[in-house]
């Protein structure tokens, strides 16, 4: 613990203060902070000088940070210490060709070449198609079968890789290969000018447009020491609400669809797209794209809108309610989210599962608590009464997260009715960022806890830039909460947790 | 019951959105070159060329910031959302875009009609194309009602619809998916992604435009398209 530095989300600090100490000294510190309730906020490597530096953010009840210089490998954490860092070992291997000794299960991420020109760690050759060189985890025997879905799904959705290792209608274990999303997000943000940033961070995941631009936007708040007023505070916070309202009955309607029960997923089909019209209401587009910039937001919340929203919310919140009643209380919607999709309190502990999917499963952490950033310090928190870890428990989280933030906005509003002095509307612009500097910014977006990293070089410019969506740690979720399931269950499952491929894919 | 009928007559009887809502561009060809070249400045998507004062609507992400240089000078957004275009080049407009049931294909229509399914292949979508295309099949919109559905096999479908920039990785499957559909078939590039690579354009990690890798028959600008964009153009470019 005394090697790492205390810091505080979305406050900028001298890259010079990040404690940097010798390999073995990071390794001991991670692996006992891990051990006590602690996770990883980000790891990630970066090129300074001609030499390989690791950098980790972690979090308890506060945020720290520690950095470290290696060679072309390193002894893997995941294989001594804790699954946590399973994923951001494989990404630092991709990313710069540096390989973590002894990783478990070391294979791929997105399949892409390497940013530093070093010998591709998994002997993959890039002028080939993707999916290249590697292994999936397989189990042999007389009755076990294999089943591979995707990258293309049957539905509008985002292409992934499915792969069942299966005895019969039981699933053993499922592999879940993604990067067929990859468009190069960190390695070319570096490179471009700032007006392309916010554009660029709002289609990170386009259903979490305002939890990705809120961490691109604070970063540069910090780094070009900007401050925003009231009114565009809370004008983000609504916005945010709004956003995990959406995504929440979205899902909601299509669990129900995935259990053919229709009403609800009509119903429910038709109030997210509510929901998104009051995005369009506050800003000219139903995700919220073009709304948050650095500075604060570039339309303005009057009269009108606030009228507009107040409306609604008064007439969706019993329909909302209305149909969640119907929902949760038929029987074999009962019978079929309870028991299903069970991820254990300690797994997700040991995986580090982040948003509902860890609230289902009594990992109380939401970001917007114990980070909190814009409005959320006097807002009152939720707390959640179904953790089970099964679809249900996920569902019902989901319920009462929507329910949460129904009021959220409501007093939100009233704040801002209140509110003296006025409002400018900010667009974007080139800043002068501080030079040799590094934030780190946490939003509990819908689905859990987003976070970027930006480190500046000597001269103000972005050097490297870190993005994190929470699908990040909850996929491996997903994979292990169809262990002894059927393979039916799927798409349950899948819905009950809808990650991000994008998000992961970057 | 309880919630009424919560249905749309749209087309027989139209449809205002938000006053907000960003569509279809209107420019200023009187405006100062300078104010001209400001809002070119400040665009993220390097879509508007100041020497014929046009904005290119498969880059053009429909931010708005132009709109905001000298109160609107050069472009103001109107809330008309009929914005899909069967050339390319017709989408670099100066505010006015070809009555798009005019210029589709006849044959098209004589062979879709009454009867379109569409695979849908998101590649590199950043899920928000992907979701208000899903949210076609929701009540309000019904795109059911018209004899369109989006199936699940290429092999039932009569075409693509594509979202996303095409990350390389997932080019060999979209290739896939559009040799499976049997011939005659048609290609729909849906957002700016899949029209210019959209906000990655310049990325060595996509194709970027759709064009490059198979003939695109309709666009639908936007970022992402209103579903009234896409419910528009799938109307005016297939139905009689």
Known sequence: MDNLLKIENGKAIARASIPQVAYEQFFKTLSEFVKNEGFIVQFFAYKDEGNYKLLAVVRNNELYVIGTQVGKSFMSLTRNSSEKFHMFEREIAEQYGIKPDGHPWLKMVRYHENYTGEKDVF????????????????????????????????GIIEPGHFRFQCAGEEVLHLEIQLGYQHRGIEKMLPTLPHKRFPTICESIAGDTTIGHSLCMCQAFEALAGLSIDDGASIVRTIALELERICNHIGDLGALSGDVAFNPPAAYFGRIRGEFLNLLQVLGGNRFGKGLVRPGGISHIMGEEQRRLIRDKLAEATPEIEHVCDLLFSAHTVQARFEHTGTVEHNMAKDLGLVGYAGRACNISYDARVTFPTECYAELPANS????????????????????????????????????????TAVYMQDHNLSPASFVVTINEGWRGEVSHCVLSDEKGKVQRYKIKDPSFHNWTGLAMSLRNQEISDFPLCNKSFNLSYCGFDL | MEQGCKTSKYPKEPIALYHRFRGLPVINKECSTEIAELCAGICPQDAIDTAVKTIDLGRCTFCGHCEAVSDGAFVRFSENFDLGTANRTDLVTSGSLPTLAKHSKQHFKKLFGRSLQLRQVSAAGCNSCEADTNVLNTPFFDLSRFGIDFVASPRHADGIHVTGPISLNMKQALMDTYDAVPSPKIVIASGCCSISGGPFFGSEQIVGDLNNLIPVDLYIPGCPPHPLTTLHALLSFFKR
Do not use: C, Q, W
């Open chain 1, 123 to 154: 002997g993959n050759d890039y002028a080939k198609e993707i999916p290249g060189n590697y292994p999936y985890f397989s189990v042999e025997g007389e009755a076990i079968h294999e089943v591979a879905v995707g990258p293309v799904h049957a």
């Open chain 1, 384 to 423: 959640n009464l179904v953790t089970n870890g099964d679809v249900n428990s996920r569902a019902a989280v989901r319920r009462e997260e929507i329910m949460h933030s129904l009021r959220l906005i409501s007093l939100l509003l009233d704040k801002h009715e209140k509110l003296e002095g006025t409002t």
